[in-house]
C-alpha cells in the first residue's frame, strides 16, 4: 500500500520549525558526547548517522524541550504588544534543536527499530505529548496568539502569513486552548495515553509479521512458482538458517507472489490467513483491545473539544470537511466499484470450474486466479513484464521524468553518512546545478523496518529571513522485492506504481518553496497530499516513458511495442476488486471514527464485521486492513483520513488528464504544476491552488472513467 507517513506525537500541533540554527553553546559544554547537541559536521547538515546512538536521544530530547519551553516563555514575557513578529513569527522558529531532534527519531522508529529503540521510544512518547500539551494549553501564549488573531485584518498580513497565523491560532483551540482549567488535565492524560498505545499497535503488528514463516522443505510444494521467487524464499531461508528450505513470510513481495502463483491451495490458504489474523489472536500482540481503548478515548477527546466525534474534529481542517461529505465520495464509488468486482469474482469462479476446481472462490484464491484470468485475456502475466522492471532502472526512469518536466538532475553521493548499509543517497540539483536537498532511499524489507511504503522529512524546506533557504533532506523508504539469487531486484507493476508514488511526495518536499516550515512541502490537508504522489503514478506506464527505463535486466532490451500494448490494454483489469478493498478500509475508518458516543462494551470483531455486512461486501475479498493491523489509523496519521486516497485519486485523475491533452511533458503545464501547487506548501487552501493549476474544480466522474467503472 502506498503510504505517506507523519510522526504522530500525542500532542496535537508542533509549532517546533528547523532553520539550521545551531544549538546553544552550553547544551555542547553540557553533553559533548551527544551528536544531536552540537552542529553537524555534515555535507548540508544531514544527520551523522554512524555517530547517533539510542542513549543519545533521551537526554537531547530533555535538552531540546528544555530550549524549546525558554523560547515560548520569552515569548509569553515579552512586554510589547503581541505581533505578528513577536509571537507568531518567534513561535515558529522556536524548537529548532527540537525539531532536528525529532526529524531523526520519526524516521529511525518506522525504519530500523529495534528492542532498545522501541524502549526508548516508550520513554520519548510521554515526554513529547506533554511537552507540546504545556505547550497548546499555556494560556498566557494563547492569549497572546488570539489577540494577534483578533486583530488579523489590520494587520497587513500577506497571504502566508495570513496562513501561518490561522494555522498557529486554530490548532491551538484544536489542541485544547480553550479548554476549562478542570478539563485540561484530563486532555493531556488522553493525549499520553493515545501516544502510549499507538506504539504498542505498531510494535505487535511489528512482531506479529515477523514472528510467522511458512517453512517449504519438499520441493513439489513450490509448483507454481517462478524462479526468482524460489530463489528469494531459499535467500530468506538461508538468512535464518534453514539452508536447503525455503522461508516464506507476511512482507508483501514475499506473500504476495506466492499468493498469485502457487499451485497448492492449502498453502495459499495459511499464508493468507495468518496475514489476515495478525495481532488478532487473544496473545500479547492483540490489538483489539487497544483499538477499543483509543476508539473511545478519541471520542472523549472530541467530545472535550465540542466535537460530535473524532471524524468531526479531524475533517474540519481537510478539503472534505464533514464526514457527511466524505462519506458521499466513498459511497459514490463503492457503488459504481462494487458491481464490477462481483463480475470480477464470476470470472475467476468460472476459471475455477473451467480448470475442474470443485470449490467456490475464497480471498486465498483471489491473487492466483486473477493472474490466469489476465494471461487468458490479455496474453500478459506479471513474470512476463518483471524482468523489464530492474528497480535501479525504475528509478533512474522516475528521476528521468522528473528532469524532463522539472529540469532537475540527480546525483548519487558516497560521501554522505546513512542509516543502513541498503540505504542509497541522492543529491538533486536545478538544471543550473543549484543544491536543491538531500535524498535517501531505502528499497528493501527487514525485521527492524515496518511494512508499507512512505515518504518522511528529515528537514522541510523553509526561508525564515525571505533569503536563506534552508534546503529539504527526505527519504523514501520502501519495502519491494530484493534482489535474489543471481538476479537483481525486479519489481512488479504494482512495485513500479508505488517508486513514483513516494518520489512523487518526494518531489512535493523538494520543490517547496515556502518561507514558513509549518506550512512547507507536504504541510497540506490529508486528502491534498496523496494529489502529488498519486499523479506521479500516472507517468510511470505511459509509453514514452516505459520506453525511457523498461530495459530487460539480462540483455538490456527496450520493452516492445506489443507488450506495452498488452500493459495498457489490462489497464482497468481487477479494478472492481482493487478499489472495493481499499474502500472497504476507507469507510471501516470512518464508521470507527463517526461514533459519537464512549461504549465500554465496545466489540471491535463485531463493529468491523457489521461495517462490511451492511455495504454488501463480497465474501471473497477481505478489507485492506482488518482492524488489527489497520496501522494507518491506529499507528499512523491517517484515523478518519483513510478515505483521503480515493479524494485524491479524484483530484488526480483530473489534474493527469490536463497532461494527456496538452502532451505528458509540456514544460508549460509542468511548470504550472510546480509553480502552482508543488512549491506553495499549504500556503493557500488546498481547493484554491487546484484551481490555480487546473481552472476547474475535480468531479467524480474522471475517476470512474479512469477505472472504466462509467464510459
Not at 494560556?139 to 500577506?158: G, Q
Not at 471514527?593 to 463493529?607: G, K, L, R, W
Request: with cysteine; aromatic share 12%; proline share 4%.
Amino acid at each position: 500500500m502506498k503510504r505517506f507517513s507523519y510522526l504522530i506525537v500525542a500532542g496535537m500541533m508542533m509549532f517546533a520549525s528547523c532553520n539550521n540554527q545551531a544549538p546553544k553553546e552550553d547544551a555542547a559544554k553540557e553533553d559533548v558526547g551527544n551528536p544531536f547537541l552540537v552542529e553537524y559536521n555534515t555535507p548540508y547538515q544531514v544527520p551523522p548517522f554512524d555517530q547517533i546512538k539510542i542513549e543519545h536521544y533521551i537526554p537531547a530530547f530533555k535538552e531540546a524541550f528544555k530550549q524549546h519551553d525558554a523560547e515560548i516563555d520569552a515569548i509569553i514575557k515579552n512586554q510589547e504588544e503581541p505581533s505578528f513578529e513577536n509571537t507568531i513569527l518567534a513561535m515558529e522558529k522556536a524548537g529548532s534543536l527540537l525539531n532536528k531532534i525529532e526529524g531523526t527519531f520519526g524516521n529511525m522508529s518506522n525504519a530500523l527499530t529495534g528492542d532498545e529503540f522501541k524502549k526508548m521510544e516508550e520513554e520519548a512518547s510521554p515526554l513529547l505529548s506533554a511537552h507540546y500539551d504545556n505547550i497548546n494549553l499555556n494560556p498566557e501564549l494563547f492569549n497572546r496568539i488570539k489577540k494577534v488573531y483578533d486583530n488579523r485584518e489590520a494587520l497587513n498580513l500577506n497571504k502566508e502569513q495570513s496562513m501561518l497565523l490561522d494555522k498557529v491560532y486554530k490548532s491551538m483551540v484544536r489542541g485544547g486552548a480553550l479548554l476549562e482549567e478542570s478539563k485540561k488535565a484530563r486532555f493531556k492524560e488522553i493525549n499520553s495515553e493515545l501516544g502510549s498505545l499507538s506504539l504498542k499497535f505498531g510494535s505487535n503488528i511489528l512482531a506479529e509479521t515477523n514472528n510467522y514463516e511458512l517453512v517449504i522443505t519438499d520441493k513439489k510444494d513450490l509448483a507454481g512458482l517462478p524462479e526468482g521467487v524460489i530463489a528469494a524464499a531459499a535467500d530468506e531461508a538461508k538468512n535464518r538458517g534453514k539452508e536447503g528450505s525455503w522461508v516464506f513470510t507476511l512482507n508483501k513481495p514475499s506473500m504476495i507472489p506466492f499468493l498469485t502463483y502457487a499451485d497448492k491451495r492449502e498453502l495459499r490458504k495459511e499464508i493468507h490467513e495468518a496475514y489476515c489474523s495478525r495481532c488478532d489472536h487473544n496473545n500479547e500482540y492483540d490489538n483489539k483491545e487497544i483499538i477499543k481503548k483509543m476508539v473511545n478515548l478519541r471520542v472523549e477527546r472530541a467530545h472535550l473539544l465540542g466535537y460530535d466525534s473524532h471524524a468531526n474534529y479531524v475533517l474540519e481542517k481537510n478539503m472534505v470537511n464533514t464526514p457527511a461529505k466524505a462519506y458521499d465520495l466513498m459511497d459514490q464509488v463503492w457503488a459504481a466499484a462494487l458491481p464490477y468486482a462481483q463480475k470480477e469474482a464470476e470470472e475467476l469462479q468460472k476459471m475455477i470450474d473451467q480448470e475442474g476446481g470443485d470449490f467456490k472462490l475464497a480471498p486465498h484464491d483471489w491473487w492466483y486466479y486473477s493472474e490466469k484470468v489476465k494471461k487468458a485475456k490479455y496474453d500478459l502475466n506479471e513474470e512476463m513484464i518483471r524482468p523489464y522492471f530492474k528497480l535501479d532502472n525504475v528509478r533512474d526512469g522516475a528521476f528521468a521524468v522528473a528532469n524532463k518536466l522539472y529540469g532537475i538532475k540527480f546525483i548519487e553521493r558516497n560521501d554522505i553518512p546513512k542509516y543502513h548499509k541498503d540505504v542509497q543517497v541522492f543529491e538533486i540539483q536545478e538544471a543550473d546545478g543549484k543544491h536543491v536537498g538531500i535524498f535517501y532511499m531505502d528499497w528493501h524489507p527487514r525485521a527492524s523496518k515496518r511494512s508499507g511504503a512512505w515518504m518522511e522529512s528529515y528537514r522541510k524546506q523553509s526561508r525564515f529571513d525571505g533569503k536563506t533557504n534552508v534546503s529539504p533532506v527526505i527519504c523514501n523508504v520502501c519495502n519491494f522485492s530484493k534482489p535474489a539469487g543471481d538476479m537483481p531486484a525486479l519489481l512488479t507493476v504494482d512495485e513500479v506504481q508505488t517508486l513514483f508514488h513516494e518520489f512523487g511526495h518526494g518531489l512535493h518536499g523538494f520543490l517547496s518553496n515556502c518561507q514558513y516550515n509549518s506550512l512547507s512541502g507536504t504541510a497540506v490537508p490529508r486528502d491534498f497530499v496523496e494529489l502529488p504522489s498519486q499523479i506521479m503514478e500516472n507517468w510511470s506506464l505511459e509509453p514514452e516513458v516505459l520506453k525511457m527505463f523498461a530495459k530487460h535486466y539480462k540483455t538490456g532490451e527496450i520493452i516492445s511495442d506489443e507488450l506495452i500494448a498488452k500493459i495498457e490494454k489490462s489497464g482497468k483489469f481487477n479494478q472492481g476488486f482493487t478499489t472495493v478493498e481499499a474502500l472497504s478500509a476507507a469507510l471501516l475508518d470512518m464508521d470507527f471514527h463517526s461514533m459519537t458516543e464512549v461504549d465500554p462494551n465496545f466489540d471491535v470483531t463485531a463493529f468491523e464485521n457489521n461495517s462490511l455486512k451492511k455495504r454488501n461486501m463480497l465474501n471473497e475479498i477481505v478489507v485492506r486492513y482488518r482492524s488489527p493491523y489497520f496501522a494507518h489509523i491506529f499507528a499512523g496519521g491517517y484515523s478518519s483520513g483513510y478515505y483521503a486516497y480515493t479524494y485524491s485519486a479524484l483530484l488526480d485523475a483530473d489534474a493527469f488528464a490536463a497532461f494527456k491533452e496538452a502532451g505528458i511533458f509540456n514544460k508549460e503545464l509542468a511548470s504550472k504544476f510546480r509553480n502552482e501547487l508543488l512549491s506553495r506548501g499549504g500556503t493557500d487552501k488546498a481547493m484554491n491552488l487546484y484551481i490555480n493549476f487546473r481552472g476547474q474544480e475535480p468531479t467524480v466522474e474522471a475517476l470512474l472513467k479512469r477505472k472504466g467503472f462509467i464510459q
